[in-house]
């Protein structure tokens, strides 16, 4: 009796099912809207340093302004980026000499052009620079494709210590504005200062015993839009797994027709999976796959149970007991797959 309650009008319990999803979805969306400012600017300092320290150190006063971000490899674990660094400070530090920006990958492609070098009306040094080079960050992208990322320029001193020197961000003036990033959203700017202590001393041993040098991340949080998760994702695998359930609704006289559909859903879940498996590092899991995997084992599931069905008809089982199991075995699958769905847009809010 409970299976024929749950088939009786079937297609119009799915359809409203469904919208009742779609309107569960555009809720979640209003109610917790994704920020995607990009004039925030974040600063986080992890140092702890001491009065004593703090009254003895240079200060030295970080800017940047980016131009450009292009090339962004997740693959590879790589980024390329154009903006104007500057620099202001006091006394006989040279800190536009002895910086390094310590996650740069390849120094003979970058280039560092000073623009401005000049002493300011105060007293204090000012240095503007525009560099450009490409640069390591890695990506972890356990959330594609609700993935949020950093791109990081990572400032240290290659030669005075942290009781020395102390670089501390220009908030005021770091801006975005200029700053477009193809297929991604800007979120915010995020300044991290903190303290990089070897635990090697290189092998040196006089002297290298461990000084803290100062540091200071710059980094600029991006994520996708939300029409990237629903266009490329789920919408087209969405419509591949209906178009599979199809054969729920086909009489098992035309057994090969089912298989054939269920074929064809197969081959295209392996063409759309390789949309994105070049982004990834191959040794990495991504939340996408946990959809595919179902998408696969749903596949699989439907397949076997035509199989078996058609096996008990032969053996003279009523067809359309066959016919109300198959579309509570639908019903199972588009409940569960919707979850997953769902699930990863709430992970995309959450972000």
């Known amino acids: 009796m409970l299976i024929r309650f749950l088939t009786k009008r079937f297609l119009v319990t799915i359809g409203v099912m469904f919208l009742g999803l779609l309107g569960i979805f555009a809720s979640i969306y209003y ?16 140092t702890n340093y001491s009065d004593e320290i703090k009254q003895t150190q240079n200060i030295v006063t970080v800017g940047v302004y980016p131009l450009n971000v292009y090339q962004i ?9 154009t903006a104007y660094v500057w620099m202001i400070w ?5 800190p536009n000499e002895t910086f390094d920006i310590v996650n740069l990958v ?30 390591f960050e890695p990506f972890d992208m356990a959330d594609y494709p609700v993935d ?31 700053l477009t990033i193809p297929g991604y959203e800007l979120k915010q700017i995020v300044y991290t200062e903190s303290e990089n202590t070897s635990q090697s001393n290189f092998g040196y041993d006089n002297g290298l015993d461990g000084d803290k040098v100062t540091n200071l991340e710059f980094s600029i949080v991006i994520d996708h839009p939300l029409l990237f998760y629903f266009v490329k994702f789920a ?16 009489p098992y006289a035309f057994i090969e027709s089912k298989l054939y559909f269920i074929t064809g859903t197969l081959l295209s879940l392996i063409f759309l999976q390789q949309q994105y498996i070049p982004k990834i590092n191959g040794q990495q899991l991504v939340l996408l796959d946990y959809l595919y995997i179902f998408s696969y084992m749903s596949t699989f599931i439907t397949l076997i149970s035509k199989l078996y069905f058609y096996k008990k008809i032969e053996n003279g089982w009523d067809e359309s ?22 699930g990863i847009f709430w992970k995309y809010l959450q972000n």
């Not at 490899?73 to 980026?81: E, H, I, P, V």
């Not at 120094?107 to 105060?122: A, G």
């Not at 695998?237 to 199809?246: D, G, M, R």
């Open 106 to 135: 390849n120094t003979s492609s970058f280039t560092k052009t000073v623009m401005t070098n000049e002493k300011l009306d105060d007293g204090r040094k000012y240095v503007l620079m525009k560099i450009d080079g490409t640069f």
């Open 148 to 178: 949020q990322q950093e791109l990081t320029l990572t400032f240290e001193d290659s030669v005075d210590t942290s009781d020395d020197v102390r670089y501390v961000p220009d908030f005021e003036n770091t801006k975005s504005d200029q």
């Open 73 to 81: 490899d997740t693959a590879s674990n790589t980024f390329q980026m």
């Open 235 to 250: 919408f087209p695998l969405t419509v591949i797994l209906l178009c599979n359930y199809i054969v729920f609704w086909l």
């Open 31 to 46: 109610f917790n809207p994704n920020d995607t400012s990009s004039d925030k600017v974040v600063f986080v300092d992890n």
């Open 321 to 342: 007991e066959a016919a109300m199991w198959d579309k509570m075995i639908f019903l199972g699958h588009f409940v569960v797959y919707m979850t997953m769905v769902l």
């Open 90 to 94: 006091k006394g006989d530090i040279k």
